[in-house]
């Protein structure tokens, strides 16, 4: 990319004379109002008015920020039901993304349900249905050899931050063909309102290879390619071309792999970690937001994570990277790497991880145990289930990644009460529609004894006059700040040190909450900043960092340069160009 390029072919961001930053307009009237970065609406000065061409194209009175942002607010309230409201605030984002920003920004508790987890779920299965307005950037099947072109289309000049996805295993509801968009859309949200990504520094993006689903393909208003999945060499092609192009196009950009199928996604990260400086949230952020849950956990047990025993129910990317990640960890705390992978069990659906299963992957088999591993373990059927292995390892801590509802059952979880009073039970899966078991249940059947996270928000439990805190495990805990850090610092990579930083630096901000596992969500902005800074700390002392006058600050220093750089949702004043 040239350098001195303006931020977009619309406009730029300059300073006054004064150091005020203001934004220079390449565009007036009614092309103005139509672009979200910089319509105002309403709220345009009468000086902005009259030179940028507006005067008669918007209402005569000039509103205060804090006007628009109660007549939206009081909008939104009126919508019906969850889905009405995610539309709601899309279409904000579509016509002007400073309010949006600032509505979120006020509201982010109670607004991260409707724009992120769990009702974007429903957002990706309508989004053909449902569509209204282009955002993004999408490459599909018919157009990879011009992608390169096409990124030219795209009118921000430097992109930082990419989430682009196949679509292939969208949450906990499969194959979604070219709805994943709304995931691409909805985490970059969040890197804005937590991580403090501009806007216009962002790209979401969908990989249109196709869908294995039928009902799709035979749907004639489906907006994507209407043929089967790329597999094999023909994919491997159609990705290469993307990341060079991307690579070309935008030589500073992240790119954060979002919502591949298992096999896909270990592989997808492998091949470009090195090429390009990327990560798959499902697979390390994940693992960084479980792995922090569980050293939470352990605290408030009034013991080490290297003391737990812990099964995860689910062997796709979420539930190998948590493994992985929990591995980590209990080397971290002191463990061999031995000792440390004799306290993790994966369970799939044929049940314990086991050598000489079908088609066990690679990143499966680290997993794997030997005949000889289970000496002393009983058991029925070929392979030791969920409740066996709880029974013969006695597990200390429970996860689930599976989207099979009810699958945590009572006589399993009144097992581990066995091994400890105080099990740490974590049904992770995303919708909640999907979740493992309900925490009101595992406070029930546990009689206040578990420990609980879940992947969607649920309210407290109330049992026997006490008050139990259920932590949401949302990996909006950790993507926003490592990829914040990450662009802070220019990493060239994103290394396994980055995301492990991440991981404790989220298990210590909780420590100021008392019994609670992970922090509200009203605090995801100041958690998001020391998850950056110390992500770009670790990116210096692991010799990937780009950003030369960084390398030598204190982290004080750093921190500033952070908060400053840190997008925040204020109108500039706009001057023409």
């Known amino acids: ?7 977009s072919r619309y406009y730029d961001v300059k300073r006054d004379p004064q150091g005020q930053r203001y934004i220079d307009v390449h565009v007036t009237g009614l092309a ?53 409201k995610h539309e709601y605030l899309r279409a904000l984002q579509d016509r002007n993304e400073v309010l949006f920003y600032a509505i979120l920004e006020d509201h982010l508790e109670e607004m991260l349900p409707i724009i992120y987890t769990p009702t974007v779920g429903e957002a990706v299965r309508n989004y053909s249905s449902n569509y209204r307005y282009p955002r993004g950037f999408t490459v599909s099947t018919g157009d990879i050899d011009r992608v390169e072109d096409m990124l030219e289309n795209v009118t921000v000049n430097d992109v930082r931050m990419i989430v682009a996805t196949d679509s292939s295993a969208i949450l906990g509801i499969g194959d979604q063909g070219f709805g994943g968009m709304a995931i691409s859309i909805g985490k970059l949200s969040l890197y804005t309102a937590a991580g403090g990504v501009g806007p216009d520094k962002t790209l979401p993006v969908e990989l249109d290879v196709g869908t294995n689903r039928q009902d799709l393909i035979d749907d004639p208003l489906y907006l994507g390619v209407h ?33 591949f199928s298992r096999g896909t996604a270990f592989r997808v990260l492998e091949r470009y970690r090195r090429v390009v400086p990327s990560f798959n949230d499902d697979i390390q952020g994940t693992g960084a937001m479980a792995l922090a849950g ?31 990640a929990i591995r980590h ?61 709880i029974v013969n390892a006695r597990a200390t801590a429970l996860l689930g990644f599976t989207g099979v509802p009810g699958l945590f059952r009572q006589e399993s979880i009144q097992a581990m009460l066995l091994n400890t009073p105080r099990p ?18 595992l406070i029930h059947w546990t009689r206040g004894g578990a420990i609980i996270a879940s992947g969607s928000p649920f309210p407290d439990v109330e049992y026997e006059g006490k008050r139990y805190p259920v932590g949401q495990g949302n990996n909006a805990f950790i993507f926003p700040g490592l990829g914040f850090g990450a662009v802070a610092s220019r990493a060239r990579e994103i290394t396994d040190n980055m995301v492990m930083e991440a991981a404790r630096t989220l298990a210590e901000f909780t420590t100021q909450y008392g019994e609670r596992v992970y922090p ?58």
């Open 227 to 259: 043929h089967r999945r790329l597999t094999g060499a023909a994919y491997d092609e159609f990705l290469d071309a993307f990341v060079e192009a991307v690579s070309h196009r935008y030589p500073k950009a992240i790119i954060q792999w979002e919502d």
């Open 1 to 7: 990319m040239p350098k001195n390029l303006p931020v």
């Open 294 to 324: 569980l050293i939470s956990a352990a605290r408030l047990k009034g013991e080490r994570l290297s003391e737990q025993v812990f099964v995860v129910v689910g062997a796709g990317a979420a539930g190998i990277g948590v493994a992985m």
């Open 424 to 441: 740490i039970v974590f049904p992770l899966s995303n919708p909640s529609s999907h979740v493992e078991a309900r925490p009101a249940d």
């Open 32 to 84: 103005l109002l139509q672009n979200p970065l910089l319509n105002k609406t309403t709220a345009f000065t009468p000086e902005e008015r009259r030179e940028l061409g507006l005067e008669g194209l918007v209402p005569p009175h000039t509103s205060t920020f804090e006007e628009q942002k109660e007549r939206t607010y009081l909008r939104y309230l009126k919508c019906g039901s969850d889905l009405e």
């Open 520 to 577: 509200p969500i009203s605090d995801l902005r100041e958690l998001s900043v020391q998850v950056a800074v110390n992500v770009a700390l670790q990116s210096i002392r692991d010799g990937v960092c780009a950003e030369r006058r960084i390398r030598n600050m204190t982290r004080d220093e750093l921190e500033t340069v952070i908060r400053d750089r840190a997008w925040q949702p204020r109108y500039l004043p706009l001057r023409k160009g």
């Open 329 to 389: 960890g209990l080397q971290a705390d002191g463990l061999t790497p031995e000792d440390a992978n004799a306290r993790v069990f994966v369970v799939d659906r044929h049940g314990l991880l086991m050598h000489g299963q079908p088609d066990l992957e690679d990143q499966q088999l680290s997993f794997a145990r030997r005949p000889e591993d289970l000496s002393g373990w009983v058991f029925d059927g070929e392979y030791p289930s969920m409740h066996d292995v």
